[in-house]
């Protein structure tokens, strides 16, 4: 724990978007030590959540740009097999686009609090946890409504 200094750290876990682990692999010693290093120095648990946001905005960026286009974006490698700073462009098969797009709006829904049930009652008594299904019903078979709810608005 000696050769660790916050900076060190710190560069580490923005390196390593966030990730303790892979943090403690780049400064070369034991995740443990890491922790206990973290727990005695709290404003790196800021600096490790920030990271990690960053980590997952970019990933949720990549991911949105690919199910738009259909293309995702990768950097080029050398002969040596290492990054360079051209970009190229990769097809996206749709069967994967929709998968992302499915996943991303889950991940939406689940940030904003929307959730896949509906409490539904009946006479101010709640329903039973039956499973419900929707029909909708064509315009002749519906009730027709009363001189009170002809005259309301519909939202």
């Known amino acids: 724990m000696a050769t660790?200094?916050?900076?060190?750290?710190?560069?580490?876990?923005?390196?390593?978007?966030?990730?303790p682990v892979q943090a403690s692999?780049?400064?070369k010693v034991?995740?443990?030590t890491l922790y206990r290093f973290m727990k005695k120095h709290p404003e790196l648990e800021e600096i490790r959540e920030s990271a990690r946001s960053k980590l997952h905005e970019d990933l949720e960026s990549l991911t949105?740009?690919?199910?738009?286009?259909g293309f995702i974006q990768k950097s080029a490698l050398d002969e040596n097999g290492k990054p360079t700073s051209e970009t190229i462009y990769e097809e996206v098969?749709?069967?994967?686009?929709?998968?992302?797009?499915?996943l991303l709006m889950n991940q939406y829904k689940g940030s904003v609090g929307i959730k896949?049930?509906?409490?539904?009652?009946?006479?101010?008594?709640?329903?039973?946890?039956?499973?419900?299904?929707?029909?909708?019903?064509?315009?002749?078979?519906?009730?027709?409504?009363?001189?009170?709810?002809?005259?309301e608005p519909r939202e």
Request: without cysteine.
């Open 116 to 151: 896949e049930e509906i409490d539904v009652t009946s006479k101010g008594e709640k329903i039973n946890n039956q499973p419900i299904t929707v029909i909708e019903l064509p315009e002749n078979l519906r009730p027709k409504p009363t001189t009170q709810e002809a005259s």
């Open 64 to 69: 949105t740009f690919a199910v738009k286009t």
């Open 30 to 32: 034991d995740y443990s």
């Open 93 to 102: 098969d749709v069967r994967t686009r929709l998968q992302h797009a499915n």
């Open 25 to 27: 692999r780049l400064l």
């Open 4 to 19: 660790l200094t916050k900076t060190k750290v710190k560069n580490a876990l923005e390196k390593a978007g966030g990730m």
